[in-house]
């Protein structure tokens, strides 16, 4: 029996139009109620998913790509994760919610009053996932950050609010034979003046059992170092192999035991969105089609990656390299690397051409050569072949889990997992109940 690893669920376009471009919009939700969300988060926990990440980003860009963001609403319209969660919680018992925040534009006491009251409410069930877009300064009248400034004004602000939620101390007494509700001396009334925030303590919410759980994001130096020292969970991307898988990790632990921590203290969790099929005959076909995209494909390919940059890429030439400068400091090195890759010499067609084909999970299977030896080449496969994958990626990568990524949409619901769920629990990857604690007892009870 192969050991169990952690899996969530990554809501890929926030709280915005759920299944729009594709036929399950006529199943006739309404993205702007709860019960969509609602339906689909009781079938993940069904699931036994540990978590559900909701994207966020609160800009929907600069005037240049505006269109672009919201002609497919790839980037917005989008409401507030935060206030969507309390229905979840609701519809709910055990999995975890965890809302994107902006580290940048959400001031700290503010973000720790509301975090507690969540985390109280939902039985300590709450993570928040922390991210650190500049582009989303200017609607708060701040200044934007070069990348790495980000990330210290980030880790000012989570150190701010672990302060405030600790500063009650024991200041608790709750003795209603004296009434005796709390003593203020026992309270941390601190006084903070920091490079990026100011803020005075103690915080007017009551202690926490355990903070919220903690997520980031963030592939560069910069981005592992905040998750090794400030996170409870990592999203990773990583090439489709053991040997990168292991790499990544190696990387993230080093940076958590620089900073005084274990790889015990966190999980890191890969991001990948399974195109699950009925049989590797169709997986192949589907592989076999996506061979040479035309336009179209072409264009939705760079309309996507316009839309995730905020950078037109549809203004440049295909037939040249993407010019130098043309990334403001707004992109993350992770999103310039993950178009780029090694090549990026290469014309923008090519790279677009790469980002359009499909490729199975399977190794060597559906590969262009036609072999079915060699390395892994996409998400495309059957409910058996991911398992394959997984339990791979935990005997030879030691590795701590999955989150899967798409819409927050019954129809893409039980289309990525209806059959994966049966098979990952058969060969004992994914558990079958949960314990009694909250988002924290789910991610390392094992």
């Excluded at 959400?106 to 720790?112: G, K």
């Excluded at 939705?300 to 440049?316: F, H, K």
């Excluded at 590795?399 to 629990?425: C, E, K, T």
Aim: negative net charge; hydrophobic residues 40%; aromatic residues 8%.
């Amino acid at each position: 029996m192969a050991e169990p690893q952690h899996f969530g669920y990554f809501f890929s376009r926030g709280f915005g139009p759920q299944a729009w471009g594709r036929s399950d919009w006529d199943w006739g939700h309404d993205w702007t109620k709860p019960d969509l969300y609602q339906q689909s988060v009781r079938t993940l926990e069904q699931a036994g998913m540990d978590l559900v990440i909701a994207e966020d980003a609160v800009s929907l860009g600069n005037p240049a790509t505006l269109d672009l963001r919201i002609r497919q609403a790839y980037g917005g319209p989008k409401h507030d994760p935060l206030l969507l969660a309390p229905y979840l919680f609701a519809a709910t018992s055990h999995i975890g919610i965890a809302p994107t925040v902006n580290a940048g534009i959400t001031p700290p006491y503010l973000a720790a009053r509301q975090f507690a009251t969540l985390a109280h409410l939902s039985s300590d069930r709450l993570g928040i996932n922390v991210v650190t877009d500049v582009g989303s300064a200017r609607h708060a009248g701040l200044p934007p950050l070069p990348h790495d400034q980000a990330y210290d004004r980030a880790e000012e602000w989570i150190t701010l609010l672990r302060r405030l939620w600790h500063s009650w101390g024991d200041g608790y007494v709750g003795a209603p034979d004296s009434w005796h509700f709390a003593d203020g001396d026992a309270l941390d009334a601190f006084h903070h003046d920091g490079t990026y925030f100011t803020a005075d303590g103690p915080l007017n919410a009551l202690p926490l059992a355990s903070d919220p759980l903690v997520v980031s994001p963030g592939g560069s130096g910069r981005g592992l170092a905040f998750a090794g020292t400030h996170s409870d969970v990592q999203l990773a991307l990583a090439p489709l192999s053991a040997p990168a898988v292991s790499d990544y990790r190696g990387r993230v632990i080093a940076a958590a035991e620089a900073a005084g921590r274990s790889a015990a203290d966190l999980r890191i969790l890969f991001v990948l969105k399974p195109v699950i099929v009925s049989s590797a005959e169709e997986a192949d076909r589907i592989v076999a089609a996506s061979e040479h995209p035309g336009d179209d494909a072409l264009r939705a390919a760079a309309t996507a990656w316009s839309s995730d940059s905020e950078t037109d890429l549809l203004a440049l030439d295909l037939d040249a390299p993407v010019p130098a400068g043309t990334f403001g400091d707004h992109v993350s090195a992770g999103t310039i690397r993950g178009l780029l890759g090694d090549t990026p010499d290469a014309p923008l067609r090519e790279l677009l051409t790469r980002k359009a084909r499909q490729g199975r999970i399977a190794p060597g299977s559906g590969s262009r050569s036609g072999s079915r030896s060699g390395p892994r080449s996409g998400f495309v496969g059957t409910a058996d072949e991911f398992a394959d994958f997984i339990e791979e990626l935990g005997s030879d990568a030691d590795n701590d889990g999955i989150i899967f990524s798409g819409d927050l949409h019954p129809a893409q619901v039980h289309r990525m997992l209806g059959d994966l769920v049966p098979v990952l629990r058969r060969r004992g990857l994914l558990r079958r109940e949960y314990g009694a604690g909250g988002i924290r007892d789910n991610l390392f009870d094992f």
